[in-house]
């Protein structure tokens, strides 16, 4: 049964930092591209940022120089450093997990709240 299970989320200043984590399972985690997504009340869900499972990294335009994504194939994680957060960024965040080969296949967390307020 695959899992994956967000944390991190947490009510935080403007200017603050938050470092979220996605804990994957009953995947080979390492031959999946992993990725963040958010959804804002009333918005689609966008993709915040994500990372290939060769490492290659991409962002939204809106958190570049902010936010960094990572992965540890060890821990079978994927985590998103979060710097300089702004009330804009306040979204449910979700982790994904794309395997891009043939016959592909995604998986989706169950979200993490982020809030960003004073």
């Known amino acids: 049964q695959v899992q994956l299970v967000e944390s991190g989320g947490d009510l935080v200043q403007p200017g603050g930092s938050l470092r979220l984590s996605c804990a994957a399972s009953?995947?080979?985690?390492?031959?999946?591209?992993m990725g963040w997504y958010r959804q804002a009340p009333g918005k689609q869900r966008e993709l915040v940022a994500g990372i290939t499972s060769a490492g290659r990294t991409n962002y939204a335009d809106s958190v570049k120089g902010r936010f960094t994504i990572s992965r540890d194939n060890v821990k079978n994680t994927v985590y998103l450093q979060m710097n300089t957060l702004q009330p804009e960024d306040t979204a449910v965040y979700y982790c994904?997990?794309?395997?891009?080969?043939?016959?592909?296949?995604?998986?989706w967390g169950q979200g993490t709240q982020v809030t960003v307020s004073s």
């Open positions: 994904n997990a794309h395997y891009s080969r043939w016959p592909n296949r995604d998986y």
């Open positions: 009953g995947i080979h985690f390492s031959a999946y591209d």
